[in-house]
């Protein structure tokens, strides 16, 4: 039997606080996932993603699974277990692009995939958050990409002063915030903010996608 290029993920999580959790983020990632309910339900070669040990004695027996055993409740192993459905362990590459601004926005890409966007508490540091995503998301490399606008310059020195390990880019934010409601990466927004009418997530996403000039602190 060949080997599928993409696992079945199957959720086995006890906890009802951290299961719901897990399926925000599943969801707002547009993750398909099925649950467990028996060992012999289970597709051929999946993930099980479980907190509990029981489940992982349950499934002992299934020689072509993988569990990704998280007792600890940790964001880091869910995405583990996300990554291992698609065959990697870690992300090549992970991307933030910053729309900055007195209430900053970010975006963040692992691989080309949106991962996540969020508008950032304009007291918070963006160091702070940066340090989140390191924790969150296994990758290879990180860079940081802050358009130039506003107060674009002082974020992304400050960044790199608190981030010296990672690579912080000023990018020009011309073109970067939409007109009108058209073109491919409209499209990629429409698709995970259903409708479509956050013009800082469409600058950050061109923000992340254009290449910059490093930062040197």
Known sequence: MSTPRYRALVLAVYDPRWFMKVLDRLKARRIPYTLYYTPDNIPYYSVLY?????FVDQVAGRKDLEIVYDPEHRSLVVEKAILRTKLKETY?????????GPSPYIIVLG?????EMKRLDPEAPLAKEIERIKQEYPYK???????????GWRIAYTLKKAERDIAVEIVD???TTPKNGT??????IKNMLKPYR??????????ALRKG????A
């Open 173 to 175: 934010e011309a073109k």
């Open 92 to 100: 090549n590459e992970i991307i933030v692009g910053v729309d900055p």
């Open 111 to 115: 691989d080309s995939e949106i991962l």
């Open 183 to 188: 073109g491919e990466i409209v499209e990629r």
């Open 213 to 216: 000039i490093e930062v040197i």
């Open 198 to 207: 956050n013009k800082d997530a469409y600058a950050a996403l061109s923000i």
């Open 141 to 151: 490399t990180l860079k940081v990409r802050v358009g130039q606008c506003h107060n």
């Open 50 to 54: 479980t907190d509990y040990k029981y």
